[in-house]
């Protein structure tokens, strides 16, 4: 009958209206899930930032021997050792490869511009740096050619940009 076929078209409106309004809630619940998710990867790269600094922080201040290579790492590289360079390289490639990720993250959108003011920052620090030139060298195959200019052009940099001993003693 034609009130059946009229409580049918009700029906099927109401369904459709309760589709719509579960298709918006799916999105809202995407679009939560996605800002805690990218939160989540922000704040896994500024834990990292940090570990990377506080192990050579608490290495400088806390170990005289570590102090002590780190400076004639940083001042005097020619006069290391075979033994010591390769062990200078390796502080180097610990020392830059969280921030060449950083880099990358960067590249996909996924810094701030905060958060690239303080890797830009550590990258001037270090780029010059004998033993993370050589670490670069070995990580750069790698890493893509956006990120490798990015490091070229910091080392090539006519920039001086004074280290904590420079600010200590000044």
């Known amino acids: 009958t034609m009130e059946?076929?009229?409580?049918?078209?009700e029906l099927y409106y109401i369904a459709e209206m309760v589709v719509g309004v579960a298709v918006i809630i799916s999105i809202i619940f995407v679009a939560i899930e996605l800002r805690q998710n990218t939160y989540i990867t922000k704040k896994s790269s500024a834990d990292q930032r940090e570990a990377r600094t506080d192990w050579l922080q608490r290495s400088l201040i806390l170990?005289?021997?570590?102090?002590?290579?780190?400076?004639?790492?940083?001042?005097s590289w020619d006069s290391l050792e075979d033994d010591e360079k390769v062990r200078?390289?390796?502080l180097g490639v610990q020392m830059?490869?969280?921030?060449?990720?950083?880099?990358?993250a960067y590249y996909n959108n996924q810094l701030?511009?905060?958060e690239f003011r303080i890797l830009n920052r550590s990258i001037e620090l270090v780029a010059k740096r004998p033993h993370c030139q050589k670490a670069f060298n070995f990580l750069k195959p790698g890493y893509s050619d956006k990120v490798q200019n990015?490091?070229?052009k910091a080392v090539n940099s006519d920039r001086q940009v004074a280290g904590i001993r420079e600010h200590a003693l000044a």
């Open 112 to 114: 701030t511009q905060d």
């Open 88 to 90: 200078a390289t390796m």
């Open 63 to 75: 170990d005289d021997e570590f102090r002590e290579f780190q400076q004639r790492v940083v001042f």
């Open 96 to 104: 830059i490869t969280p921030m060449l990720n950083e880099l990358v």
């Open 150 to 152: 990015y490091w070229i």
């Open 4 to 9: 059946d076929g009229m409580a049918l078209q």
